[in-house]
């Protein structure tokens, strides 16, 4: 092989496309990009194509949402109130006493 068969440009483009590849890679945990987006469009159509799952789940955020202000404004009148969600009681995630004071209890609500 002699040295003029080496393209340093093309050793150079392949270098640089070996990072972000495996940044994607590890960020899709090894999924192809390409599924995952016609995995999501595939999702998306249905949903689109669906005006009653989608009145439902309008419905369902908007009791969800007003469910959090009204938590949110008992907060604020007394610093106390019962949760508006409860977690599962298998998930422990939030148990801790840092999670029941302000701004942290209305984070993990």
Request: charged share 20%; hydrophobic share 45%; aromatic share 12%.
């Amino acid at each position: 092989m002699k040295p003029d068969d080496i393209d340093s440009a093309a050793l150079m483009a392949q270098g640089a496309d070996r990072v972000p590849r495996a940044l994607l890679a590890r960020t899709a945990f090894g999924v192809s990009p390409a599924s995952l987006g016609l995995a999501f469009a595939d999702w998306w159509l249905h949903l689109a194509s669906s005006p009653g799952k989608q009145a439902e789940l309008a419905r369902k955020a908007a009791r969800k949402w007003t469910r959090y202000a009204d938590y949110l404004a008992q907060l604020a009148r007394s610093r106390a109130s019962a949760p508006c969600i409860e977690p599962l009681e298998q998930d422990a995630r939030f148990s801790a006493p840092a999670w029941q004071v302000w701004p942290y209890n209305a984070i993990y609500q």
